[in-house]
């Protein structure tokens, strides 16, 4: 069955730093790709999304994310994390084809940022 | 501008009690979606609806029931609550199933069964 992985659960950063949280998805065939966001206490928020053409692409609030088909990969990242990024990030996947077709969640990565 | 708008927002109930949430979109969606959310679980679809008139099982659709009671409403019903169904729900919506349309989602429902 096809799936999503984040390889981190949760993630602590400084205010100022880098980051890139890791996505993986398991099938060859086409997908659509999306990172979500979830605020404490809020509902998930769409990020940024990718569906063909440049695999860089970027979203709100300075997110931006690298598809490499080669490696089933859409990494998210953000050159310098501010306090209220914190929050649970989740990676999902839609699949063409047969039954398919309802997004696919990892597990989310939990971010959070000191100030 | 309400989008998927969800009741109640917080519930709590005794084993064995049954309850419907509710789930209303105004963005004229073809698709509708019950999710539940657990720690370090992500996010498990229930049961989905891709047009009215539809519903079919998603990954954990034991112990649920769905209506799609007409184009903007989607209900989720637990006929016997158990604690395993503690969780938070969440409705999404979207265009088209399986397409480049991103899911909305509601605020969610945070179920308490004791």
């Known amino acids: 069955a096809q799936s999503v992985s984040q390889h981190n659960h949760h993630v602590i950063l400084s205010e100022a730093a880098s980051l890139e949280l890791g996505c993986n998805y398991s099938y060859g065939g086409t997908v659509n790709l999306f990172w979500y966001v979830q605020y404490p206490g809020q509902h998930l928020q769409l990020l940024l999304k990718y569906f063909s053409g440049d695999p860089l692409v970027k979203g709100i609030k300075g997110f931006e994310a690298e598809f490499i088909k080669s490696k089933f990969s859409f990494n998210l990242r953000k050159p310098s994390v501010q306090w209220s990024d914190t929050a649970e990030y989740f990676c999902?996947?839609?699949?063409?084809?047969?039954?398919?077709?309802?997004?696919?969640f990892g597990k989310g990565t939990k971010l959070s940022v000191k100030p | 501008n309400a989008g998927v708008t969800q009741t109640p927002k917080f519930q709590v109930l005794k084993t064995g009690q049954s309850m419907t949430l509710q789930c209303a979109q105004d963005?004229?969606?073809?698709?509708m979606y019950w999710y539940r959310q657990d720690p370090g679980m992500g996010l498990r679809l229930i049961y989905y609806s891709a047009s009215e008139g539809t519903t079919d099982k998603g990954e954990v659709p034991n112990g649920y029931n769905v209506s799609r009671l007409n184009k903007r409403e989607f209900s989720l019903r637990l006929e016997s609550a158990a604690p395993s169904q503690t969780s938070v729900y969440f409705c999404?919506?979207?265009?088209?199933?399986?397409?480049?349309?991103?899911?909305?989602f509601g605020d969610g429902t945070r179920l308490s069964i004791l």
């Open positions: 963005m004229n969606h073809n698709s």
């Open positions: 999902a996947v839609t699949i063409y084809g047969g039954s398919q077709g309802n997004l696919i």
């Open positions: 999404a919506s979207s265009d088209f199933r399986g397409t480049r349309q991103p899911q909305h």
